[in-house]
């Protein structure tokens, strides 16, 4: 399976706010924003662009979800497919989202810091009828574990430990 | 920055899914769900344990989706404690997730398939009041943008393409 990840979170906005002397201050805030991130055997790099003061060792965080979303429904329209006995060869995916780096850096009321809205373009390469794919699709986006943490609320329970330095 | 994940995609219902003979199908089913994930010049090979038919060659999803979550915060942190002038040493994270698995494979009724819950707790380390990190925590988790993306909920727009095989 392919994933064609086509995030939008270093546009024309980022650019302005790196740029224009007004927001300066980005640069030095972010020095040293790479992580690493710890998944069982698995490390992760994720990073900011060089745009965004990181040092792209990786993709960012806003990436790496479309990444998730993405390979989430590949994985679970192979798993439908088993489920349902839809013939299957290949699944794509090109993957979009909107953001406005304004909302992180609270340069403006009312923009959300998240994405404002995503675009799932998917391909299915097989030879079944396309009303039997459409019927796998409504399965799959009933099922997708990522397409509902995306699309609906999760609770998300907060703590706060403060450590001496 | 470290940040601890500490998914529970793979707890004992998982695992009585994949050893009962009744669900027995998720076997076949699930072969070859490796991905590749490309992000700009970035690839990240997403997978499912062997637990649930893939080779583990990466994170799976929702794993991905924690990993995004640890990371953003951090990632804030850092440009908010700039931004309020606050002194921060070290920022680390561990955030688990409740996910239960039959969701994904519709084998309950209002189970659903994506996380239930999410724990993070954020581990803060400088020579500020507990109050200033109070202070700051609360800028952040207003600008976050994959907690707002997780906590609520994203339009997501989905086209379906079918391709002959």
Not at 9 to 29: H, W
Not at 37 to 65: F, K
Not at 102 to 122: C, D, N, S, T
Not at 146 to 165: G, Q, T
């Given at each position: 399976?392919?994933?064609?990840?086509?995030?939008?979170?270093?546009?024309?906005?980022?650019?302005?706010?790196?740029?224009?002397?007004?927001?300066?201050?980005?640069?030095?805030?972010?020095?040293?924003?790479?992580?690493?991130?710890?998944?069982?055997?698995?490390?992760?790099?994720?990073?900011?662009?060089?745009?965004?003061?990181?040092?792209?060792?990786?993709?960012?965080?806003?990436?790496?979800?479309?990444?998730?979303?993405?390979?989430?429904?590949?994985?679970?329209?192979?798993?439908?497919?088993?489920?349902?006995?839809v013939?299957?060869?290949?699944?794509?995916?090109?993957?979009?989202?909107?953001?406005?780096?304004?909302?992180?850096?609270?340069?403006?009321?009312?923009?959300?810091?998240?994405?404002?809205?995503?675009?799932?373009?998917?391909?299915l390469?097989?030879?079944e009828t396309e009303?039997r794919y459409r019927?796998l699709m409504?399965?799959?986006?009933?099922?997708?574990?990522?397409?509902?943490?995306?699309?609906?609320?999760?609770?998300?329970?907060?703590?706060?430990?403060?450590?001496?330095?």
């Open positions: 399976m392919s994933t064609q990840i086509s995030p939008r979170p270093l546009g024309d906005v980022i650019q302005s706010v790196v740029e224009d002397p007004a927001n300066g201050r980005l640069g030095g805030n972010l020095a040293g924003v790479a992580c690493d991130a710890r998944i069982r055997q698995h490390a992760l790099a994720i990073d900011e662009p060089m745009a965004l003061g990181g040092t792209d060792t990786g993709p960012n965080p806003v990436e790496i979800v479309l990444a998730a979303l993405g390979t989430c429904q590949a994985i679970t329209y192979r798993i439908w497919a088993g489920l349902m006995g013939a299957l060869d290949e699944v794509r995916f090109e993957t979009e989202g909107d953001i406005d780096i304004a909302g992180l850096l609270g340069l403006r009321e009312g923009v959300r810091p998240g994405f404002a809205g995503i675009r799932h373009r998917v391909i390469i097989g030879p009303e019927e409504e399965a799959v986006d009933a099922h997708c574990p990522v397409l509902d943490i995306v699309a609906n609320p999760v609770p998300i329970e907060r703590v706060l430990e403060v450590r001496a330095a």
